[in-house]
C-alpha cells in the first residue's frame, strides 16, 4: 500500500510530457497495477467474511443446545479448600509468562450441562442470567482469550453464585471434571450467596481444591488474604430500577433501615435508637399486608405506610447495613446506589475489594456490640465529609458495584494486580471518584525536599546568531558562583558556531549543541550534557541579569524545586468582552507565568515538555515560532498544581535601542498572537491549569536598612 | 534515448513494485487473517444464547432481602466466637477486650509496661521499644487503665542459640497478674525459631497476645490482628534518624549499577534457592550479585563450585567500599547536628560536610553504589524450587551460548508430564516468554517433539547481526536507573542470624526496593500500600526481574524513590516511629470509626502526624488540597492573645483590632483573654464589621494554640496585643498563605544555628539573610497545628513552655517544620514591628526580660533533642508584593501601603 500511493502521485504530473507510445505504456501499466490492487483485496476480504458469517451462526444457539455431560458416581470429588493458600503456594504463576501488556489471559470453559447419573442436573437453575453476564462481559475484556494453553486464569462455565440452588458434592464433581482442573490451580470461582442452614459457611462449601474463590460474604477466617477477591452480592434491582442522580448533600432522615428480617436483638437496639432519637431515624420493614414476589420487594412499611425501596434510600443520609446469617448483604449494593453512606455493623465480615478500595472513604463501619452508639458515632462526622461520602459511595457503587460486568472485570484486575504489582492501579486510581481525578493534581516531584547547592545548574542558552550578545550573556552568567555548565543551543543550521578560540573564556564546561531544526522545542529537550536537576534556561539577549540576581534564583529554585522560579512575571486575564483569555504584559499586581527567558525550573520538564506535552502544542509551538514559554508554563502549572515564583524586582528586559513606533506595533501583533496561544493551550489542556499570585521572592533583607555589604545578594534591583 | 532509460527504469520500477507488492500481499494476508481472526476472537467467545433473556436470576429478589436468619442471638454467637477463634485463629473481635480500652472515651488508649525484674537483661533494642512507649502520649503507669500491655520481659530474639534468649518464658508470663492468656497483650519479636530452620515458634505460649513481629509469614500472619514489624538493628536510632538519602531528584537517576544484590549467600536451609540462583541474572556489567559463602562455621561442608570466586568478589568490593573495613552500610546521619543544619557555617559547608556523612556511598560512579536489592527468603513450594533451579541452568547456558553460535541446538530432556497438563508446553512457553523480554529479536525459540510427547528438543537459534545487538544495548543504557537496594544484616555476631528482613535501611538509601520474599507479610502491611513504593517480584519469576525492572518507565522511577523516602521518613527512620506506627494501627483498629484511611497513611506528611481525633475528614487537614483538587478557605480567623489589662482605648490592641477586622478576609476575631484579671465588659470593646469572640485563656503560655472549637476557617492569623499591622499587610500575609497552607507565613524572622564551640544549637534574633522560624505573634497557620501542638506533642515540651511562658512561638515552628520538612515563609513588613516600646505604665514586655533570649536558647536544644533531630529548616527569601518597591507609580500597586517606611 505504501509504494502505491507514492507513484500514484508522481505518476500523473510526468503524463503530459510523454510521447503518445509511452503515455499508452504508463497507462496500460498503471491499469494492471489497479487491477491487480482489486484483485488482492478482493482476494483478501471476500473469503474472510463469508468465513466469519459461519461461525456466527455457529455459535448462535440456546442454552439447553449444550452439551450434557454425565457425572459417573465414582468421578473423584476436589478437596476442601485450602486455608494456606496464597498466590506464591498455589497459584502458578508461570502460566501467565512474562506479557509486556502486564494483562493476565483468562479462557472461559465452554457451556457443558452436568447432570448426575440419573439425569438431575447438578444445579436448579443451570446457568443464571448473571453468570452469563458475567461471563461475556469477561469473554469481551482484554483479559479474554480463546487459547486454553496460553492462558493463565480458567473460569468454569459451572455457576456457583448461589449455593442454595447447588448440589454440592455433584458440582464438585464437576468441577474435577474439567479437562484443566489440576487440583484446581488457576481456576477462579464466583460465588455470592454461600453457605445453607443452619451454620451458614461464609465461603462456598463446594470442595474446589486450590481453586481462587471470589465470594461474596468472606470473613476473616475464611477469606485467604491476598489469594481470595471479596466481591459484592449483586443487586438485580439496580437494572430494574432506575434512581435518579442525587446530588450529595443533607437529607430528610439521618439514619435510615430498610432491611427486613433483623433479628429481633437488633431490632430492639434499633427500636431503642428510635426511640431516643426520633424523626432522625427511621425504621421499616417488610409490609404485611403484601404478598410474596417483586412487588412486596419493592416495598417497605412502617406502622402502616408503604414506603418505596429503594427510592427511601435516596431520603437518608445512612443507611444500616446489617449482617444476617450471611455477611453479605445484597442490600449494601442498593444502598450505595442511592448514594447513601452504608453503616456496617457486620463483626468479622471482608469488605467488596477490600483490597483495594478504602472502604474508610465511603463507610461506617461499627462493630456489631457498639450498635447502642450508632448514633452518636455518626453524629460526631463531620457534614462536609458525609458529603463526601456519599459521592465515593455512590461512586463505588457506579464503578464496581452496577453490573455483572463491573463486578467480574474488577475482580480479574485485582488479580492482574496481584501478578503485575508493578504494573498495579494506583490508590488514587482506585478510590478517587472522577471529579476528583480530573481536579487532583498528584506533583512528580511531590517529595519535600531542598536540593543541596553544591551540584549547581546548567545554563542552557538558545542561540540563533546574535554572537556577540551571546558571548556577553555568556561572560555574564559564568560570574555566578553555582554555574556548572553551560550548554549552547546552536539552533542556526546554516552557520556554524564560531571557533572555539573565539569564545570567551569560562570557568566551567562549555558545551554547544547543534540542532537538526530551527525549533524553539530545542530549548526544552532533555540533553545529556545536562547532569544537574537545575536548569537555567535564558535567551542569548538578557545580559542585564546580575549575578546576585541569578545566583538568588537559584536558590529559590532549590526552595521550590518543583516550580518554575523566573524573572520577568506574566499575567493571563479573562476578557468579558470577548469571553476568551487574554495574555497581560503590563505592571501589574499579579504573575501567573515566568518568561522561560530567564528561568530555572527542573530537568524533568524537560521531559515532560518533550515527551508528554499533551495535544499538539509542542507541533504549535514550533510551527508559531512563539508561546514555547506559556506552554512550559501551562505543563508545569497543570502538573503541580502550583504557581510559579516570579524573583526579584521587575527590570527593563526590552532592548533600550528599538524604536518607539516599530515596537509598539510590533509589540500590538505579538499580544494578539500570545493571547491566541492561551487560548489554544486552554482548550487543549481542558481547563486552566494556570494559577494566579500576588507575590514574588526577594532575598530576606531586600530594600531594608542594612549595611549592603552584609546581605548575600546586594545587587538585586538595579535597572 | 534519455527518456527510453527512463521509461525502462520505470517499468522495472513498477514490476519490481509489483512483484513487492504481491509478497508483500502474502505477507498481509498473513497479517489481515490473523488480524481477522483475531477480531472473530473478540466478538463472539461466549456465545450470545438466542434465550439470554429466558435465562433465570441467580436468586430471587425475596431470597436476596430476606435473610433465611438464624435462632442464635447475636450477643450469644460473639460470646461463641471467643471461644472459638482463638490463638492462631485469633481476630481483634474474639482475643481482644474492647471494653479496657473505653475507659475514657478517645483517651482509652492507654499503654502499660509491665516493670521489668531485677537483674533482668534487656537488649538494648528491647530497651528502646520500651523507652519509646514509656515517653510516648499513650503511656501509663497504671495498670488498671490500661487497654493494652507490653511485657518487661525482652521478647526480641527467640533464637535458642541466642544470648539474650530469655528461657522460662511460659511460667513468668503466667505469674503477670493481667495475663489472661495474652488478652491486649503485645509482644514484640524480631527473630523467631533457630537455625536451619527459623520458624515461627517463639518457643512460648503466645495465647491471645498481639504479635508484632519481623518478617512475618502470611501463613502464620493473623490478619488485621498481628502487625508486621520491620527488622532493625541495636544501631537504630532512638528518635529523629537520618533523614533518607535522596536528596535530589536526578532524572534520569545516574548510577552505575541498574540492579544489585549484596550479601551471604545460604548455601542450604531455608532461604538458599533464590540465593543460589541469583548469579543467573548477574551480568557484571549493570546486573551484579555479589554474594559470601562464609555463613557459620561448617560452610565450607556446603560449598560449590562458585564459592572461593563469590567469596574473593564480595570481600573485593566490600574493601573497595569501605577502607575502614567496617560495613560501610551500616553509616546513618551523625547523631547531633544535622548535616543538613550545617549550612549556616557557609554556604560551601554544607553540602560537603554532607558528602562526608555518607562517606562513599553518595558519590554514584566511583565506589559501592547504595545496596540494592533486599530478598527475604520463606520455604519455597517444593516444586518450584527443583523447577526453578532447572531452569536457570538451561537458561544461563542460553545466555552463555547464544550470542556466539549462528544457531545452535539444545538439547533438553525432561518428563514434562509431572507438571502443567500433559502437552508439556508450560516450561517452554515460559522460556519463549522470557526470551522476547530478554532478547527479543536475537534468539527464535522452536519446539520440536521428539519421541513422544515427554522428550522434545528446544532449539534456540540466533538470528540477528552483531551490530544490531550493539545498538539494542545502546537503547537499554538510556533507561538505566539506580535501583534498589538490600541490606543485610552483618552486625549479628552470632553463628547463624537468622534470615533478616531489613526494610529500613534499605529504603532509606533512595534505591528502589526489588523485594523478592514469597510469603513475607510486608511490614506494616496493614496501612502501607507497598505496591506503590517497591517493585515486587517473585522469587519463582527471578529470572524475570531484570526485564521488569529494565521496564520500569523513569517517571515511575522518580515517583517510587521518592514513596520510599517518604516511607522511610514516615514509619522506619527511629525505633520510636517504627513502635508508634505499631500502637497507632491497633489504635485505629479499636476505634475504627476514628481511624485513618489509606490515604492519610501513604501520602506526606504520613499517619503519625495525621490525628483521626482531629477529624477523619481529609479536606480537614492542611496536607491534601492538591491531591483532592480543592483550594483551601477563603476566610481567616484572628486569635489574639492579650495578657494585659485593658485600661485605656488607645491600647495596642484596639488599633490591632480595628486594622484586623478590616480585612474582607477575616471572619472572626476570638480574644484569648490571658490575663490575671477578669475580661472587660462587652461594651469595653469597639463595635466592630465581625464577630468577636472573648474565651478564657488557662492563664498558660500554650493556651494560645489550644485548639478552640470557635476556630471554624481553616486559617489562623495568631495575634500578640501588641503587634502593629496594616490591614492591606494581613491581606497580603493571607493571600500568601492561601499558596502556602501548609506552613506557617509569618512577619518577624527568627533563625537558629549550630554553635561548634558550645556543641549545642543557638538561637538569634539578628538580622540575618536566612531564617528559620517566624514568630507567632503575627503569623497566619493552618488550624490543624493548634491540634498537633495540644495532642500530638507530648506533656514535657508543653510544661516546659508554660514554666518558663516563653518559646511557645518556637515550638510551633519546631512542630510545622516537622510535619512538612520545609521552612516557614516570611511576607513582607513595614520595619517598625514591635520597635516601638510599648507604653509606660504597662508591664514590659517579657521579650525585654534578659534571661528572656538564654531561655530561647535552651527550648531550641530542649526541642531539638526530642524530636531527635532538628527539623527547623533555613529560608533565603522573603516574598513580596509582585510591584514592591518597583519604580512605578503608587497609583498602580495593591499594597501600597507596605512601602511606607
Given amino acids: ?719 | 534515448m534519455q527518456a527510453r532509460k527512463k521509461y525502462v527504469l520505470l517499468g522495472l520500477c513498477a514490476c519490481s513494485w509489483l512483484v513487492l507488492f504481491y509478497c508483500g500481499g502474502g505477507v498481509q494476508l498473513r497479517v489481515l487473517r490473523l488480524i481477522t481472526r483475531h477480531r472473530a476472537e473478540v466478538l463472539h467467545p461466549w456465545p450470545n444464547w438466542t434465550d439470554r433473556a429466558f435465562l433465570p436470576r441467580y436468586a430471587h429478589l425475596d431470597e436476596l432481602q430476606t435473610d433465611p436468619g438464624t435462632a442464635e442471638s447475636p450477643r450469644q454467637r460473639r460470646q461463641a466466637w471467643s471461644t472459638i477463634y482463638r490463638d492462631s485463629r485469633c481476630r481483634m473481635e474474639t482475643c481482644f477486650d474492647f471494653s479496657r480500652c473505653r475507659r475514657r472515651g478517645r483517651e482509652g488508649f492507654r499503654v502499660y509496661i509491665y516493670p521489668s525484674e531485677k537483674g533482668e537483661r534487656v537488649s538494648e533494642s528491647y530497651r528502646k521499644i520500651l523507652a519509646s512507649i514509656s515517653e510516648s502520649r499513650y503511656y501509663t503507669s497504671d495498670p488498671r487503665e490500661a487497654c493494652l500491655f507490653v511485657l518487661g520481659i525482652d521478647t526480641l530474639d527467640r533464637d535458642q542459640l541466642s544470648g539474650q534468649f530469655v528461657p522460662n518464658m511460659d511460667e513468668r508470663i503466667r505469674s503477670y497478674p493481667s495475663w489472661n492468656d495474652g488478652r491486649n497483650h503485645l509482644i514484640f519479636n524480631l527473630y523467631s525459631g533457630t537455625w536451619p530452620n527459623y520458624t515461627e515458634d517463639l518457643g512460648f505460649n503466645v495465647g491471645q497476645a498481639i504479635l508484632a513481629k519481623a518478617s512475618l509469614n502470611t501463613e502464620y500472619f493473623r490478619p488485621g490482628f498481628d502487625v508486621s514489624i520491620p527488622l532493625f538493628s541495636k544501631d537504630h536510632p532512638q528518635k529523629g534518624g537520618g533523614r533518607g538519602w535522596l536528596l535530589r531528584n536526578t532524572t534520569p537517576p545516574r548510577r552505575k549499577y541498574l540492579l544489585m544484590f549484596k550479601g551471604k549467600r545460604y548455601l542450604t536451609g531455608i532461604g538458599s534457592d533464590t540465593r543460589n540462583a541469583l548469579h543467573h541474572i548477574h551480568n557484571g556489567k549493570d546486573i551484579v550479585s555479589m554474594t559470601t559463602c562464609r555463613h557459620g562455621k561448617d560452610w565450607e561442608k556446603h560449598k560449590d563450585a562458585r564459592c572461593d570466586h563469590d567469596n574473593l568478589e564480595y570481600e573485593r568490593r566490600r574493601r573497595r567500599a569501605s577502607p575502614s573495613g567496617s560495613p560501610s552500610v551500616r553509616l546513618t546521619a551523625p547523631e547531633g547536628p544535622n548535616p543538613q543544619a550545617a549550612p549556616f557555617a557557609g554556604p560551601s559547608m554544607g553540602s560537603s560536610s554532607q558528602l562526608k556523612a555518607v562517606g562513599p556511598f553518595r558519590s554514584s560512579s566511583s565506589s559501592f553504589p547504595p545496596v540494592l536489592f533486599f530478598h527475604v527468603w520463606r520455604p519455597l513450594h517444593q516444586t518450584w524450587t527443583s523447577e526453578l533451579t532447572q531452569r536457570a541452568g538451561l537458561l544461563s547456558d542460553l545466555q552463555q551460548r547464544s550470542p556466539e553460535c549462528g544457531s545452535k541446538f539444545y538439547k533438553w530432556r525432561k518428563n514434562i508430564s509431572g507438571r502443567g497438563g500433559g502437552d508439556g508446553g508450560a516450561l517452554l512457553r515460559l522460556l519463549r516468554g522470557w526470551l522476547q523480554v530478554n532478547d527479543p529479536p536475537h534468539l527464535l525459540l522452536q519446539q520440536i517433539n521428539l519421541e513422544g510427547p515427554g522428550q522434545q528438543v528446544i532449539r534456540v537459534t540466533s538470528r540477528i547481526s552483531r551490530e544490531e545487538e550493539e545498538e539494542e544495548e545502546e537503547e537499554e543504557e538510556e533507561d538505566l536507573f539506580s535501583s534498589s537496594c538490600s541490606r543485610l544484616d552483618e552486625e549479628k555476631l552470632r553463628s547463624d542470624p537468622p534470615p533478616p528482613v531489613s526494610a529500613p535501611l534499605c529504603v532509606q538509601a533512595a534505591c528502589i526496593p526489588v523485594l523478592l520474599s514469597n510469603g513475607w507479610e510486608l511490614p506494616f502491611s496493614d496501612v502501607i500500600q507497598w505496591n506503590q513504593a517497591v517493585v515486587e517480584g517473585d522469587e519463582r519469576l527471578l529470572l524475570q526481574v531484570p526485564s521488569t525492572v529494565r521496564a520500569v518507565p523513569n517517571q515511575r522511577v522518580l515517583e517510587l524513590r521518592q514513596r520510599t523516602q517518604m516511607l522511610w521518613d514516615a514509619y522506619f527512620s527511629s525505633v520510636d516511629k517504627i513502635v508508634l506506627t505499631t500502637l497507632e494501627i491497633i489504635k485505629d483498629r479499636i476505634f475504627s470509626h476514628i481511624s485513618r484511611n489509606k490515604y492519610m497513611w501513604n501520602s506526606l506528611p504520613g499517619g503519625l502526624l495525621v490525628l483521626p481525633e482531629f477529624s477523619t475528614h481529609l479536606a480537614h487537614f492542611p496536607f491534601y488540597y492538591l491531591g483532592l483538587g480543592i483550594s483551601s478557605g477563603h476566610e481567616f480567623t484572628a486569635v489574639i492573645h492579650a495578657v494585659s489589662p485593658l485600661v485605656s482605648q488607645s491600647q495596642p490592641i484596639m488599633k490591632l483590632l480595628q486594622v484586623v477586622s478590616k480585612s474582607k478576609y477575616c471572619s472572626q476575631i476570638i480574644i484569648l483573654w490571658n490575663c490575671e484579671k477578669p475580661p472587660p465588659s462587652r461594651s469595653k470593646w469597639p463595635p466592630m464589621p465581625v464577630p468577636l469572640i472573648v474565651t478564657e485563656g488557662r492563664r498558660k503560655t500554650t493556651s494560645r494554640f489550644l485548639p478552640h472549637v470557635a476556630i471554624e476557617t481553616e486559617a489562623v492569623l495568631s495575634l500578640d496585643e501588641d503587634t502593629v499591622l496594616l490591614t492591606s499587610e494581613v491581606n497580603f500575609a493571607f493571600l500568601v498563605w492561601r499558596s502556602f497552607p501548609d506552613r506557617i507565613v509569618g512577619y518577624p524572622p527568627r533563625s537558629h544555628f549550630w554553635d561548634p564551640l558550645k556543641q549545642a544549637w543557638g538561637y538569634t534574633s539578628k538580622w540575618t539573610n536566612e531564617y528559620s522560624m517566624v514568630l507567632t505573634g503575627a503569623a497566619f497557620y493552618h488550624r490543624y497545628y493548634n491540634f498537633l501542638f495540644s495532642h500530638f506533642l507530648p506533656q514535657s515540651l508543653r510544661a516546659l513552655v508554660d514554666r518558663t511562658a516563653n518559646c511557645e512561638d518556637i515550638l510551633m515552628n519546631f512542630l510545622v517544620s516537622a510535619a512538612t520538612h520545609l521552612p516557614p515563609v516570611k511576607v513582607a513588613q513595614r520595619k517598625q514591628y514591635k520597635e516601638v516600646l510599648p507604653p509606660q505604665g504597662v508591664n514590659s514586655a517579657p521579650w525585654a526580660h534578659p534571661e528572656h533570649f538564654a531561655q530561647r536558647q535552651d527550648c531550641v536544644n530542649a526541642f531539638a533533642s526530642w524530636f531527635g533531630y532538628m527539623p527547623l529548616v533555613h529560608s533565603q527569601l522573603r516574598l513580596d508584593p509582585v510591584l514592591f518597591k518597583d519604580q512605578v507609580s503608587v497609583f498602580r500597586k495593591r499594597y501600597k501601603d507596605l512601602e511606607r517606611a
Avoid at chain 1, 487459547?147 to 468454569?156: E, G, I, S, Y
Avoid at chain 1, 569560562?506 to 525549533?519: C, S
Avoid at chain 1, 494556570?690 to 546586594?714: G, N, T
Wanted: net charge neutral.
Fill in chain 1, 1 to 719: 500500500m505504501y509504494a502505491s500511493g507514492k507513484y500514484g502521485s508522481r505518476g500523473p504530473a510526468l503524463i503530459p510530457r510523454m510521447k503518445t507510445k509511452h503515455r499508452i505504456y504508463y497507462i496500460a501499466l498503471f491499469s494492471l497495477v489497479l487491477l491487480g490492487l482489486i484483485a488482492t483485496g478482493m482476494f483478501q476480504f471476500w473469503p474472510h467474511s463469508i468465513e466469519s458469517s459461519a461461525e456466527w451462526t455457529l455459535e448462535k444457539g440456546s442454552v439447553h443446545d449444550a452439551p450434557l455431560i454425565r457425572l459417573p458416581v465414582s468421578s473423584p470429588i476436589p478437596e476442601r479448600g485450602d486455608l494456606s493458600c496464597r498466590m506464591h503456594t498455589c497459584f502458578d504463576v508461570y502460566r501467565c509468562g512474562y506479557n509486556p501488556k502486564n494483562k493476565i489471559k483468562v479462557y472461559i470453559y465452554p457451556l457443558q450441562r452436568f447432570v448426575d447419573e440419573f439425569g438431575v442436573p447438578i444445579s436448579s437453575t443451570g446457568l443464571s442470567r448473571e453468570y452469563n453476564d458475567l461471563l461475556s462481559a469477561i469473554s469481551d475484556s482484554d483479559f479474554y482469550t480463546d487459547d486454553v494453553t496460553r492462558a493463565c486464569l480458567f473460569v468454569p462455565s459451572i455457576d456457583v453464585l448461589n449455593q442454595n440452588s447447588l448440589r454440592v458434592r455433584d458440582t464438585a464433581q464437576a468441577l474435577a471434571m474439567l479437562p484443566r482442573w489440576d487440583k484446581g490451580m488457576n481456576h477462579l470461582l464466583f460465588n455470592m450467596l454461600p453457605g445453607g442452614p443452619p451454620d451458614y459457611n461464609t465461603a462456598l462449601d463446594v470442595p474446589r481444591d486450590r481453586a481462587l474463590l471470589a465470594g461474596g460474604g468472606f470473613s476473616t477466617w475464611t477469606y485467604r488474604q491476598g489469594y481470595d477477591v471479596s466481591i459484592p452480592v449483586y443487586s438485580p434491582l439496580s437494572t430494574d430500577v432506575v434512581l435518579p442522580e442525587r446530588q450529595p448533600g443533607p437529607r430528610r432522615y439521618f439514619i435510615l433501615s430498610s432491611q427486613t428480617a433483623i433479628h429481633r436483638e437488633y431490632r430492639a437496639e434499633l427500636e431503642r435508637l428510635k426511640e431516643e432519637n426520633g424523626d432522625a431515624l427511621l425504621l421499616l420493614d417488610k409490609c404485611s399486608n403484601l404478598s410474596q414476589g417483586a412487588a412486596s420487594a419493592r416495598k417497605r412499611c412502617y406502622k402502616g405506610q408503604v414506603y418505596d425501596y429503594p427510592q427511601i434510600l435516596q431520603e437518608s443520609s445512612f443507611c444500616v447495613v446489617l449482617r444476617g446469617a450471611r455477611l453479605g448483604q445484597a442490600a449494601l449494593s442498593d444502598v450505595l446506589q442511592a448514594g447513601c453512606v452504608p453503616v456496617i455493623l457486620a463483626d468479622s465480615y471482608i469488605l467488596p475489594f477490600s483490597e483495594v478500595l478504602d472502604w474508610k472513604r465511603a463507610s461506617v463501619v461499627i462493630p456489631e456490640e457498639k450498635l447502642s452508639e450508632m448514633y452518636t458515632i455518626l453524629k460526631s462526622i463531620p457534614h462536609r465529609q458525609v458529603e463526601e461520602m456519599q459521592r465515593q459511595a455512590y461512586w463505588f457503587w457506579e464503578a464496581y458495584f452496577s453490573s455483572m460486568k463491573a463486578i467480574g472485570l474488577t475482580t480479574l484486575q485485582i488479580i492482574n494486580d496481584r501478578i503485575y504489582p508493578y504494573a498495579a492501579r494506583t490508590y488514587e486510581q482506585w478510590n478517587n471518584p472522577p471529579v476528583v481525578k480530573w481536579s487532583s493534581v498528584n506533583s512528580p516531584l511531590f517529595l519535600p525536599l531542598i536540593p543541596p547547592r553544591a551540584p549547581g545548574f546548567t545554563a542552557v542558552v538558545l542561540t540563533y546568531d546574535r554572537v556577540e550578545s551571546l558571548f556577553r550573556v555568556i561572560t555574564e552568567i559564568s560570574k555566578v558562583p553555582s554555574l556548572a555548565k553551560l550548554l549552547v543551543v546552536w539552533n542556526n543550521q546554516n552557520k556554524s558556531p564560531p571557533e572555539e578560540s573565539l569564545w570567551p573564556k569560562v570557568g566551567v564546561p562549555l558545551k554547544v549543541v547543534r540542532t537538526k531544526e530551527n525549533k524553539l522545542s530545542n530549548r526544552f529537550f532533555p540533553y545529556d550534557e545536562i547532569e544537574t536537576e537545575a536548569v537555567l534556561a535564558i535567551d542569548d539577549d538578557i545580559i542585564m541579569l546580575t549575578s546576585d540576581e541569578l545566583q538568588f534564583g537559584y536558590e529559590v529554585w532549590r526552595e521550590f524545586p518543583d516550580r518554575l522560579v523566573g524573572y520577568p512575571g506574566r499575567l493571563h486575564l479573562w476578557d468579558h468582552e470577548m469571553g476568551k483569555w487574554k495574555y497581560e504584559s503590563e505592571w501589574t499586581n499579579e504573575v501567573s507565568m515566568v518568561l522561560t527567558g530567564a528561568a530555572f525550573y527542573h530537568k524533568y520538564f524537560n521531559y515532560l515538555y518533550t515527551y508528554k506535552m499533551p495535544g499538539d502544542i509542542k507541533n504549535w509551538v514550533d510551527a508559531h515560532m512563539n508561546c514555547e514559554d506559556i506552554a512550559m508554563n501551562f505543563l508545569v502549572a497543570n502538573i503541580t498544581g502550583k504557581a510559579p515564583i516570579k524573583v526579584t524586582p521587575r527590570k527593563k528586559f526590552k532592548c533600550p535601542e528599538c524604536t518607539a513606533i516599530d515596537g509598539l506595533s510590533l509589540d500590538q501583533t505579538h499580544m494578539v498572537e500570545r493571547s491566541e496561544c492561551i487560548n489554544k493551550f486552554a482548550s487543549v489542556f481542558g481547563t486552566m491549569p494556570l494559577k494566579v499570585v500576588e507575590h514574588r521572592a526577594d532575598p530576606v533583607l531586600y530594600k531594608d536598612d542594612f549595611p549592603e555589604k552584609l546581605k548575600s545578594f546586594p545587587n538585586i534591583g538595579s535597572l
